[in-house]
């Protein structure tokens, strides 16, 4: 179906190779999954198999790759369309035409069927992705699970024998994304369609795969069935964040115990590890939280946006110095209303926000910035300058600071973060990773008291992630409040004091993370689901991490 | 989530082939364009607005006039400022304003103003009837079908698609700005052009990058693969659908008419006319008012199937 000869390609701009010498097969009705670091070569991969590079994107390039008999070196992207349907990294910007069931049929108005086709195809997409509920809407009416179902039926209209997909979930919330990934799994099951999948989070998808194909700097490093591949020290030496079970089951398997294979699922994890756990003896797993005095204080705070959508119905609670909370919750339950509150970006509708005693209601935002920094998602919207640099000290510029202080504070912030080589360089020609480190530094310089930040892990690699988690932990050491929303349990659950779980603009639940996290259904971390099958063992179930777990089970053989 | 530009509404407007819609917003303009007489712009104007309330799209229609009322009432200030030609001084300035001398504010200066502005707020309020009445994929469909400027058309249609996408990031840069402390509406002009920088050069990035993006989706669905496309919607055009089409190419030749034969103007120097119509001309209004105004009920019958 897909066979890569020696494929090396260098961007115009660039002397480093964006694909090295890279060969491989990939047979009809395969699900693959294409792993690795951000900047190892994943999308341009993609770019390569319908064509995008070499015919939209300039460059050098060597080797051949054919995707079903057609050697796209030589076959335009548009004729290629018909035989790789490819789904981007961003819902919003592929959606075209502002109604669904149009856009799906845009890619055969353009390869001239006749209305009559049109029409059958596009209900069949509608249909094989789930969508047709939402046919009339406009593309801004969608949620972004939606907008990428939407992506994928316009793809899958064209009855392409090859789907590709680049990061298909790193812009959506948990459910989304597990409704994206389940209709690509019933796709590849139920059409036979193959799939070839850019994803960073691999405890969605590892379980779904028939092989992963591991990528760093360009290159080809690991090339097999999951199980194979997720074993391999390599793997986790490429800076891929491996899923929580499989973890654990390395590190088992790293003492020099036997187990049959990696799990992959909680299902499979529950079995394998039960002798370790049945031997396992209760250990205490308790957060110290040293908080000090009220930061924010939320009373009862009602928001009620102009069209009258009702975002925060009477929130009270308080984020206090040295504390680092995660705001949690599903899509639209008011997470993002809440934290423009802090720094008075929002001002409540009922109800008063006191930041350190000051009232936001009463205060500018310029005032309350000089103690709240805040984060957006994004961190392309954090950048304008022409160098890090002045990105950096901007802040402190504005704000009658001596020379001498900005100086040494910028210097001091770009050290921290990495970025001191990088001072001269422009910005948004950063990579994710380095682009996010900036973003950050550009507030941080600043010491704000109180450290907002709205999903900044979301679409990031492992290695950027676990730098900012790390990064955020030491900051909060210092007395400083850390509020973090986010969706990745996974990430908070080894960091975080304290869970906020939001819904439809309520607090659901307001505790200690080892509180808020465990003995749920779904809203808990992979291995307190695994763990929570062994209540019958006596094991406590309050695990969240794989060390955590790795304590349980070696506690009493140590 | 953003609400879109164009909500899609249900009304018997939207359910109107869209040449309908064109031509006969077309035929507003043209028609408000011939005439100069109040009574004829108060009436263009009065069959958009019924429009806009028939089609349920008032309050969407509202919020693009208020801008052009805003614009309108500039007008009616500047007007008199620079216009001196009236005869009836209202009042007179004690200085001298540098090059425009001693203003003095004449009674026919501000009617001018307010009779432009009436022209301006019919063209506006067409074109408003138009886009939130027409879906922009079907001006789009409509325009490529006669091979009118096919670029174009898919250039505005994804403009007009990408807008609440732009209004929201520039909202998002505000935001990011007003968090890093910065004043963006105080100071002086340099000041708050300075302090708007960081968020117009990231817009311009961002508009750039999702270019690129809307390209890679574009040609990995085949745009641009044939010269000629087909379309999945092919709005049905039927024998009502014909009359308004015809009777919006009446209404602009009604218009020529009415000048040809020497009404429908308005003289507001030296002095203001009065308003009065002669025996002639009142046959002349009624047929050019039951033409503009025909749309409503045809579009009614149309919507109730009565094809």
């Not at chain 1, 390039?61 to 981007?88: H, M, S």
């Not at chain 1, 108005?109 to 406009?138: F, M, T």
């Amino acid at each position: 179906m897909i066979k890569i000869s020696d494929l090396s390609f260098y961007y115009s701009d660039s002397a480093e190779p964006a694909l090295s010498d890279v060969s491989l097969k990939i047979k009809p009705g395969e699900f693959v999954l294409v792993a690795g670091s951000s900047g190892s070569g994943k999308s341009s991969l993609c770019r390569c198999l319908n064509g995008l590079i070499p015919h939209f994107y300039g460059g050098r390039i060597k080797g051949e790759v054919v995707v079903c008999e057609k050697n796209v070196f030589e076959t335009p992207t548009k004729v290629l369309a018909e035989y790789v349907g490819v789904v981007f990294q961003d819902p919003e910007n592929q959606l075209l035409m502002s109604e669904v069931e149009r856009e799906i049929a845009f890619g055969l108005e353009n390869l001239c069927y006749p209305p009559n086709i049109i029409n059958k195809r596009v209900e069949e997409a509608l249909d094989s992705v789930g969508i047709s509920h939402i046919r009339h809407r406009h593309p801004t009416e969608l949620s972004g699970g939606e907008k990428q179902k939407t992506a994928i039926a316009s793809s899958l209209v064209l009855n392409p024998q090859v789907l590709v997909l680049d990061e298909p979930t790193s812009e959506l919330d948990p459910k989304s994304a597990e409704d994206v990934i389940n209709v690509l799994e019933r796709l590849n099951c139920d059409l036979g369609l193959t799939i070839v999948l850019v994803e960073h989070r691999l405890d969605r998808v590892v379980h779904h795969v028939d092989r992963i194909i591991a990528l760093d700097k360009g290159r080809v490093i690991l090339d097999g069935h999951p199980k194979k591949i997720l074993a391999d020290p390599r793997f986790k030496s490429l800076g891929v964040g491996l899923p929580p079970i499989v973890s654990l089951a390395n590190t088992i398997r790293n003492r020099g115990f036997r187990l049959d294979a990696i799990p992959l699922t909680v299902r499979e994890g529950r079995r394998m590890f039960s002798g370790f756990f049945q031997e396992s003896r209760r250990i205490e797993l308790t957060d110290k939280i040293d908080r000090g005095e009220i930061k924010v204080d939320f009373r009862d705070v009602s928001y009620t946006y102009p069209n009258d959508a009702v975002a925060l119905r009477k929130v009270s609670l308080g984020f206090y110095a040295g504390e680092f909370v995660a705001v949690m919750g599903r899509n639209a339950s008011g997470k993002t209303s809440l934290i423009k509150h802090i720094n008075g970006l929002l001002k409540p509708t009922g109800g008063c926000v006191l930041v350190s005693g000051r009232d936001t209601r009463k205060a500018d935002v310029s005032k309350l910035a000089e103690m709240v920094g805040y984060v957006f998602q994004n961190p392309n919207v954090h950048l304008f300058a022409d160098t890090v640099e002045e990105e950096v000290r901007y802040i402190l510029e504005n704000r009658n600071v001596s020379e001498e202080v900005i100086c040494s504070k910028t210097d001091s912030v770009l050290g921290l973060f990495g970025l001191t080589d990088k001072k001269d360089s422009y910005p948004r020609s950063l990579s994710g990773g380095e682009r996010q480190r900036v973003a950050l530094a550009s507030v941080i310089v600043a010491e704000p008291d109180i450290l907002v930040l709205d999903e900044p892990t979301r679409g990031m690699d492992y290695a950027s992630k676990s730098f900012l988690m790390d990064f955020l932990n030491n900051y909060r050491r210092s007395g400083k409040v850390i509020v973090l929303v986010s969706h990745d349990i996974e990430s908070v659950a080894g960091y975080v004091d304290r869970v906020v779980l939001l819904s439809e603009g309520k607090v659901v639940a307001d505790g200690p993370r080892r509180d808020v996290f465990s003995n749920a259904l779904l809203f808990s971390p992979q291995i307190n689901r695994l763990v929570q099958g062994y209540k019958h063992y006596n094991v406590q179930d309050n695990i969240l991490t794989a060390l955590e777990a790795e304590q349980v089970i070696f506690s009493e053989k140590e | 989530m953003m609400d879109p530009i164009f909500p899609p509404k249900d009304s018997m407007y939207h359910r109107l082939n869209p040449l309908c819609m064109m031509l006969w917003s077309l035929s507003v303009v043209v028609a408000a364009l011939v005439f100069d007489n109040p009574v004829y712009l108060t009436l263009l104007f009065t069959a958009t607005v019924l429009v806009a309330i028939y089609a349920k799209v008032f309050r969407g229609w509202m919020s693009y006039m208020k801008y052009c009322i805003w614009l309108c009432m500039l007008i009616m200030l500047l007007n008199p400022f620079f216009s001196h030609h009236g005869t009836h001084i209202l009042y007179v300035f004690p200085f001298n304003v540098p090059l425009i001398g001693r203003p003095e504010i004449s009674l026919e200066a501000i009617a001018y103003g307010a009779g432009m502005s009436l022209r301006l707020l019919t063209i506006m309020s067409a074109f408003a009837s138009l886009l939130y009445t027409v879906n922009p994929d079907d001006l789009l469909d409509s325009l490529t079908r006669f091979r009118l400027f096919p670029k174009s058309t898919y250039v505005t249609s994804l403009a007009f698609r990408f807008m609440p996408a732009l209004i929201r990031d520039s909202d998002t840069l505000t935001e990011v700005q007003e968090s890093r402390g910065i004043r963006l509406n105080s100071g002086n002009m340099i000041q708050r052009v300075k302090a708007r920088i960081p968020v117009i050069f990231p817009l311009l990035s961002n508009s750039l990058d999702r270019a690129v993006q809307v390209s890679e989706a574009m040609e990995s669905r085949a745009f641009g693969c044939n010269s000629k496309r087909t379309f999945y919607k092919n709005p049905a055009i039927g024998g009502l659908e014909y009359t308004i089409l015809f009777l919006s190419v009446l209404t602009v030749l009604a218009a020529a008419c009415i000048r040809y034969v020497g009404f429908g103007s308005y003289n507001y120097y030296p002095s203001l006319e009065p308003i009065t119509f002669t025996f002639e001309e009142i046959p002349y209004i009624i047929v050019f008012t039951i033409l503009v105004f025909s749309i409503i009920p045809l579009a009614q019958i149309n919507s109730r199937g009565l094809r």
